[in-house]
């Protein structure tokens, strides 16, 4: 793919710990990533159905209504696999 994606990543948002469905780890920051137009030094809390990567393992959830993080349904995995802002977010290193 070589079409360019305009992302705005936002300055990170403080949340109530939540510990990530894989390895435990407590996660209480999201650095917010958009594919729309936003002022980047505006902090951005997840939302219900945002795709959350773990800041420690890399697992793949996603933000449930009311808080925390839930496993992905297929039909959701299904959609976001292979897209490229999350294939980009997993190949970087920690
Ligand atoms: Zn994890």
Do not use: Y
């Not at 360019?4 to 469905?21: D, E, F, G, Q, Y």
């Not at 729309?36 to 800041?55: F, K, L, R, T």
């Amino acid at each position: 793919m070589s079409q360019k994606m305009k992302v705005t990543i936002h300055n990170h948002s403080r949340h109530a710990p939540v510990r990530c469905l894989n390895c435990g780890a407590t996660n209480d920051a999201a650095t917010c990533i958009s594919t729309e137009d936003g002022d980047p030094s505006q902090p951005m809390m997840p939302e219900p159905g945002n795709i959350i990567v773990c800041a420690s393992c890399k697992h793949i959830m996603q933000w449930a209504d009311g808080g925390g993080f839930e496993e992905l349904s297929d039909e959701t995995a299904r959609e976001v696999a292979g897209h490229p802002l999350l294939v980009k977010l997993l190949a970087k290193k920690p």
